[in-house]
């Protein structure tokens, strides 16, 4: 059963255009999440989280928001850059149940093209 | 400062055969976590060590095992290899366990499984 959903494979943006990456989630316990971003050939990077305490955290261009009654999660980028062209993951953690930071729960990942 | 290194990064394996990954966390890191990532389930949870204590474990068979040493370096072993196991292996520390504490991924040691 996938505790941490991300339920679309892939999202085609034209450069300059936001993006809308989306993830859903089922334990309710769950109280840190994150987006984590890779390129081909390398591990992944952290790029924002949020706790459940939260609704919104916002990094430059990267904006997270949260909401827990829906248990759904969207990561915003805005304007998108051919650069941002990865595989983005969902991940998260019941950091108050005896999960941790390295006990992440992961989705199954969204891949991201910008077009130029 | 180095990142996460990791060894092998590519080997090939045959069924009943058993490996022994390494991972060489960042400097001065004392948690290092391991997941398995396959294109059908995404990045799975292994195992979480902090000062050599196994802290937290994922759903997968014994046959998976790992251990972290005083220097904080990690190994994983998978014994009795089969088909399903071929998948990128990635190795990830972070200073703490704490909510804080980032986790810096390496680039994966990508096994396959004949």
């Known amino acids: 059963d996938q505790q941490v959903k991300q339920n679309s494979p892939s999202l085609s943006v034209q450069e300059g255009r936001i993006s809308i990456l989306n993830c859903d989630y089922t334990n309710s316990m769950f109280d840190y999440f994150l987006w984590y971003k890779k390129y081909p050939a390398e591990g992944p990077t952290f790029l924002i989280s949020?706790?459940?305490?939260?609704d919104k955290n916002e990094d430059g261009r990267f904006t997270v928001f949260l909401n827990k009654s829906a248990k759904h999660l969207s990561l915003h980028i805005v304007p998108s850059q051919p650069g941002d062209s990865a595989v983005y993951f969902c991940a998260a953690s019941a950091l108050r149940y005896g999960g941790s930071q390295g006990n992440l729960i992961f989705g199954k990942g969204t891949k991201l093209s910008v077009k130029p | 400062k180095a990142g996460v290194t990791q060894t092998p990064r590519y080997l090939i394996k045959t069924r009943g055969q058993q490996v022994t990954l390494s991972c060489s966390p960042i400097s001065g890191h004392r948690s290092v976590s391991w997941y398995q990532q396959t294109p059908g389930q995404g990045l799975q949870f292994l195992f979480e060590?902090?000062?050599?204590?196994?802290?937290n474990k994922g759903n997968f068979p014994g046959r998976f095992s790992g251990r972290q040493f005083s220097n904080s370096r990690s190994e994983m072993n998978v014994s009795t290899l089969e088909l399903g196991d071929s998948a990128l292996y990635l190795c990830?520390?972070?200073?703490?366990?704490?909510?804080?504490?980032?986790?810096?991924f390496g680039e994966g040691s990508r096994l396959t499984v004949l």
């Open positions: 060590y902090f000062s050599e204590t196994q802290r």
């Open positions: 949020i706790s459940s305490i939260k």
């Open positions: 990830a520390s972070s200073l703490s366990t704490s909510v804080d504490g980032e986790l810096f």
